[in-house]
């Protein structure tokens, strides 16, 4: 099992950026597949970004491609997102999630098994 807890949330204004972290527990990061997603007040969770278990290959939500960054230290455990010129409408609550493999459908919630609590990220116009 893993454990995930995000950090790193906070204010930003629009086109500033904004790091979130997520540090892992557990000796077995590197196989872990690593999500970001994000939740807005009354809205269903969405998929943010995916980075395989060996850092390769990155895939994002086509509203943040260009913009967010996902990257990963497995030796040091961690996950994070940068959120370069964020947008008002990006405001959510930030949650690193993984998978012991290599899921056929990365950007679905159901492919995860390991969710963090969640970091608040805040965009102001």
């Known amino acids: 099992q893993v454990q995930l807890v995000e950090s790193g949330g906070g204010l930003v204004q629009a086109g500033g950026s904004l790091r979130l972290s997520c540090a892992a527990s557990?000796?077995?990061?590197?196989?872990?597949?690593m999500g970001w997603f994000r939740q807005a007040p009354g809205k269903e969770r969405e998929f943010v970004a995916r980075?395989?278990?060996?850092?390769?290959?990155?895939i994002y939500a086509d509203s943040v491609k260009g913009r967010f960054t996902i990257s990963r230290d497995n030796a040091k455990n961690t996950v994070s997102l940068r959120m370069s010129n964020p947008k008002p409408e990006n405001s959510a609550v930030y949650c690193c999630?993984?998978?012991?493999?290599?899921?056929?459908?990365?950007?679905?919630?159901?492919?995860?098994?390991?969710w963090g609590q969640g970091t608040q990220g805040t965009v102001s116009s």
């Open positions: 557990g000796r077995t990061f590197s196989t872990y597949s």
């Open positions: 999630a993984a998978n012991s493999g290599s899921p056929l459908l990365p950007d679905r919630v159901r492919s995860y098994g390991f």
């Open positions: 980075i395989t278990r060996s850092g390769a290959s990155t």
